[in-house]
């Protein structure tokens, strides 16, 4: 057959019309997983935002808890009779404060474990989501 015989267009035709479908489906896929990437950035930023706030909260809680507890120590020393009385309300107050700390910092630690696990999972699952659809 001749070089541009109508049996070679018809081919090529074919061939062009797949090429276009996959390109189509491709673009669908990506668009798909981009707004499924859209929405979970919008739960993350809810969530993050939500968590932040109870963090915030938490930590004007502890202010509040350790500034009151700094006017009773120092209310307490001003009735001291005796340099005794201060040394034994200091060292009370000391392990007080130290106690109190250690489990200040653990609720403070497990908000922001609980933070970074709420900010990540959304995006995780819509990720998973994507790769499954991909395949």
């Known amino acids: ?27 669908e896929k990506v668009k798909a997983a981009s707004e499924e990437m859209a929405v979970a950035l919008r739960e993350t930023y809810s969530s993050n935002a939500r968590s932040a706030t109870d963090y915030g909260l938490k930590v004007i809680e502890i202010s509040n808890a350790n500034t009151a507890s700094a006017i009773d120590f120092f209310a ?42 709420e900010m990540g999972e959304p ?9 499954h659809q991909g395949n």
């Open 123 to 131: 995006i995780r699952k819509r990720v998973v989501k994507v790769l």
């Open 1 to 27: 057959m001749p070089l541009f015989g109508f049996p070679r267009i018809a081919l090529f035709g074919e061939l062009s019309e797949k090429g276009v479908a996959r390109a189509q489906q491709g673009c």
């Open 76 to 117: 307490l020393l001003l009735g001291s009779k005796s340099v005794t009385d201060v040394f034994t309300l200091s060292a009370a107050q000391a392990r007080k404060a130290f106690d109190t700390t250690s489990t200040q910092n653990k609720d403070l630690w497990e908000l922001a474990q609980k933070l970074a696990t």
